[in-house]
Antibody, heavy 118, light 108 residues
Framework: QVQLVQSGAEVKKPGSSVKVSCKTS????????ITWVRQAPGQGLEWMGV????????NYAQRFQGRVTITTDESTKTVYMEVDSLRSDDTAIYYC???????????WGQGTLVTVSS | EIVMTQSPATLSVSPGERATLSCRAN??????VAWYQQKPGQPPTLLIY???TRATGIPARFSGSGSGTQFTLTINSLQSEDFAVYYC??????????FGQGTKLDSK
């Protein structure tokens, strides 16, 4: 069965970076896009970016361009999402999700809480 | 960027009744819309894709409709487990697929 397992919670200082991993299994890695979505405390879902591993080029929401980097490691079937220059308003749960039909997201990781605090 | 606007922000409905949630896009997204349910402390669950196709294992009381800019999620005979937050998402304009701000469905 399809599984996405994310790395554990992180506490970071403002101005630092965080890298969250999403290890996939149960399907052919590379042929389905992996999307990153975040959710600030008590807030809604925010689409951040996507990568289709077989194509290799990530795409980002405009507000995250230049500050977020999505990469893949085909050998471990893992997708990474790094956020630079962290601010307090980056405090959120970060989810990875695998695309299903079109861009719908049928499979989700458990989420990774990133707390940015001095 | 396509903006998805959900209404109402909060909907109070009695168990056993019907709930109707709306989602509007600021430009046509054809039928490239998905609906998700999210319960506290959990990731979202895909309910509907292609505006009206139920995802695997989703009960028939959930139905989606609409095309272009107006979409509706209907939940018939509300069960206690249906009280949650619901999000619509458009995936029409590659590569940026935006979410609505959510509708909280609570029990009257």
């Amino acid at each position: 069965q399809v599984q996405l397992v994310q790395s554990g919670a992180e506490v970071k200082k403002p101005g630092s970076s965080v890298k969250v991993s999403c290890k996939t299994s149960g399907y052919t890695f590379g042929t389905y896009g992996i999307t990153w979505v975040r959710q600030a405390p008590g807030q809604g879902l925010e689409w951040m970016g996507v990568i289709i591993p077989i194509l290799g080029t990530p795409n980002y929401a405009q507000r995250f361009q230049g500050r977020v980097t999505i990469t893949t490691d085909e050998s471990t079937k893992t997708v990474y999402m790094e956020v630079d220059s962290l601010r307090s308003d980056d405090t959120a749960i970060y989810y990875c999700a695998r695309q299903w039909q079109g861009g719908s997201l049928a499979y989700w990781g458990q989420g990774t809480l990133v707390t940015v605090s001095s | 960027e396509i903006v998805m606007t959900q209404s109402p922000a909060t909907l109070s409905v009695s168990p056993g009744e019907r709930a109707t949630l709306s989602c509007r896009a600021n430009e046509s997204v054809s039928i490239n819309v998905a609906w998700y349910q999210q319960k506290p402390g959990q990731p979202p669950t895909l309910l509907i894709y292609g505006a009206s196709t139920r995802a695997t294992g989703i009960p028939a009381r959930f139905s989606g409709s609409g095309s272009g800019t107006q979409f509706t999620l209907t939940i018939n005979s509300l069960q206690s487990e249906d009280f949650a937050v619901y999000y619509c998402q458009q995936y029409s304009k590659w590569p940026v697929y935006t979410f609505g701000q959510g509708t909280k469905l609570d029990s009257k």
